[in-house]
Antibody
Framework: QITLKESGPTLVRPTQTLTLTCTFSGFSLSTSGEAVGWIRQPPGKALQWLALIYWRDDKRYSPSLKNRLTITKDTSKNQVVLIMTNMDPIDTATYFC????????????????WGQGTMVTVSS | QSALTQPASVSGSPGQSITISCTGTNSDAGAYIYVSWYQQHPGKAPKLMIYDVDNRPSGVSNRFSGSKSGSTASLTISGLQAEDEGVYFCSSYTSSSTWVFGGGTKVTVL
């Protein structure tokens, strides 16, 4: 059973740095093929893919946000951390982490398990 | 990269079939089979319904099916039920090794 849970501040000030942690269970990021991604959703709006980290520490970022994002992993703690700098009110959103599907030795370009999400408000 | 294009809303009566389109480019949906569909209910996380254009994860009803022609993918819901109401998002892997989502389609069961 794969589960993921996001944690972090609910309120950040403009220009501050946001640090979010995804704590997961049911798989290991030291296993070949495994990966965890971050996706956000402003209130009432669409999903936006942000970043992803693979078991081999390969990282991918949204082209529009790559200058502000850093994704890291701590395999021993089963955690993935997303850092977003220079926060702005437009970054107000629910932030989700999600497991990139790997099943039966095959991996796919989709997200099969999601955390419940954590709402982050950017306001002074 | 621009978001995939979806209609804002689609509606149907119980028992009917509806289809949601998702249009991308030659850099995403047109280049790969890696198109997924997610269902989202208010206040909940998205749920994977279809991956690789037309594959259903275990536990997803066979009333949900997917297809793709060129750069446009489609999700069809057959035998529409009240529980199918929600917002549906498509997603595609891209040639930049990233992902892009659609704007979402609100499904209403009349």
């Amino acid at each position: 059973q794969i589960t993921l849970k996001e944690s972090g501040p609910t309120l950040v000030r403009p220009t501050q740095t946001l640090t979010l942690t995804c704590t997961f269970s049911g798989f290991s990021l030291s296993t070949s093929g495994e990966a965890v991604g971050w996706i956000r959703q402003p209130p009432g709006k669409a999903l936006q893919w942000l970043a992803l980290i693979y078991w081999r520490d390969d990282k991918r970022y949204s082209p529009s946000l790559k200058n502000r994002l850093t994704i890291t992993k701590d395999t021993s703690k089963n955690q993935v951390v997303l850092i977003m700098t220079n926060m702005d009110p437009i970054d107000t959103a629910t932030y989700f982490c999600a497991h990139k599907r790997c099943s039966g030795g095959s991996c796919y370009y989709t997200f099969d398990f999601w955390g419940q999400g954590t709402m982050v408000t950017v306001s002074s | 990269q621009s978001a995939l294009t979806q209609p804002a809303s689609v509606s149907g009566s119980p028992g009917q079939s509806i289809t949601i389109s998702c249009t991308g480019t030659n850099s995403d949906a047109g280049a790969y089979i890696y198109v997924s569909w997610y269902q989202q209910h208010p206040g909940k996380a998205p749920k994977l319904m279809i991956y690789d254009v037309d594959n259903r994860p275990s536990g997803v009803s066979n009333r949900f099916s997917g297809s793709k022609s060129g750069s446009t993918a489609s999700l069809t819901i057959s035998g529409l039920q009240a529980e199918d109401e929600g917002v549906y998002f498509c997603s595609s892997y891209t040639s930049s090794s990233t992902w892009v989502f659609g704007g979402g389609t609100k499904v209403t069961v009349l």
